[in-house]
């Protein structure tokens, strides 16, 4: 059983940047780490994942160049990075599990999820 926490979520104006964090209660070495967004009326949508040994990432095309996934295995934490914000970048981010080595797009595949933080973006 694995337990996720967000934290780093806020207010910010667009251009700002923040770092969410998703810290696990237990051992995630193994697990393909996710973030996804969810804006009010809208879908669950894939912003980044990250392989379990933090080799490889896969960000969508709507925040490349502008968000960052990362891990440390060590503190058992996920990293969400996102500079250049937007209005449009408003929504709930969660972070999400997948016990898998080849991580998915699709929120369906992924096994564990954190209660979600609010990112904010005033224009």
């Known amino acids: 059983q694995v337990q996720l926490v967000e934290s780093g979520g806020g207010l910010v104006q667009a251009g700002g940047s923040l770092r969410l964090s998703c810290a696990a209660s237990g051992r995630t070495s193994s697990y393909a780490m996710g973030w996804f967004r969810q804006a009010p009326g809208k879908e669950r949508a894939f912003v980044a994942t990250?392989?379990?040994?933090?080799?490889?990432?896969y960000i969508a095309g709507s925040v490349k160049g502008r968000f960052t996934i990362s891990r440390d295995n060590a503190k058992n934490t996920v990293y969400l990075q996102m500079n250049s914000l937007k209005p449009e970048d408003t929504a709930v981010y969660y972070c999400?599990?997948?016990?898998?080595?080849?991580?998915?797009?699709?929120?369906?595949?992924?096994?564990?999820w954190g209660q979600g933080t609010q990112v904010t973006v005033s224009s």
């Open positions: 990250i392989t379990p040994s933090g080799g490889r990432t």
């Open positions: 999400a599990a997948d016990y898998t080595v080849v991580p998915s797009t699709s929120f369906g595949e992924y096994d564990y």
